[in-house]
Nanobody, 122 residues
Framework: DVQLQASGGGLVQAGESLRLSCAAS????????IGWFRQAPGKEREGVSC????????RSAESAKGRFTISRNNAEKTAYLQMNSLKPEDTAVYYC???????????????WGQGTQVTVSS
């Protein structure tokens, strides 16, 4: 079975950092792009950052640029989202997702993890 397990969320103060992990199993991780998305209460799910399967090309939302870094370790079948200088508006459930192509739009992603809560206090 395809599984994506997101972890690493928590409660932090503004300005602090968190690293989210996304552990994958049940599919050929190397061949899939990985995306991180988030959903705040009362808002639609939105893209945060994505990374390609091949050369590691990545894209980030404007809100994440300069603060968040996406990476992946194909040998460990794990993707990461390093989040620095966190702000209260980053509070959301963060999801990782995968799809067998390259692109960042949320509609492209087939496989989804269960999400991990990130709460940033002011």
């Amino acid at each position: 079975d395809v599984q994506l397990q997101a972890s690493g969320g928590g409660l932090v103060q503004a300005g602090e950092s968190l690293r989210l992990s996304c552990a994958a199993s049940g599919f050929s991780f190397d061949d899939y792009s990985i995306g991180w998305f988030r959903q705040a209460p009362g808002k639609e799910r939105e893209g945060v950052s994505c990374i390609s399967s091949g050369d590691g090309d990545s894209r980030s939302a404007e809100s994440a640029k300069g603060r968040f870094t996406i990476s992946r370790n194909n040998a460990e079948k794990t993707a990461y989202l390093q989040m620095n200088s966190l702000k209260p508006e980053d509070t959301a459930v963060y999801y990782c997702a995968a799809f067998a192509g390259w692109g960042c739009p949320i509609g492209l992603y087939d496989y989804w993890g269960q999400g991990t809560q990130v709460t940033v206090s002011s």
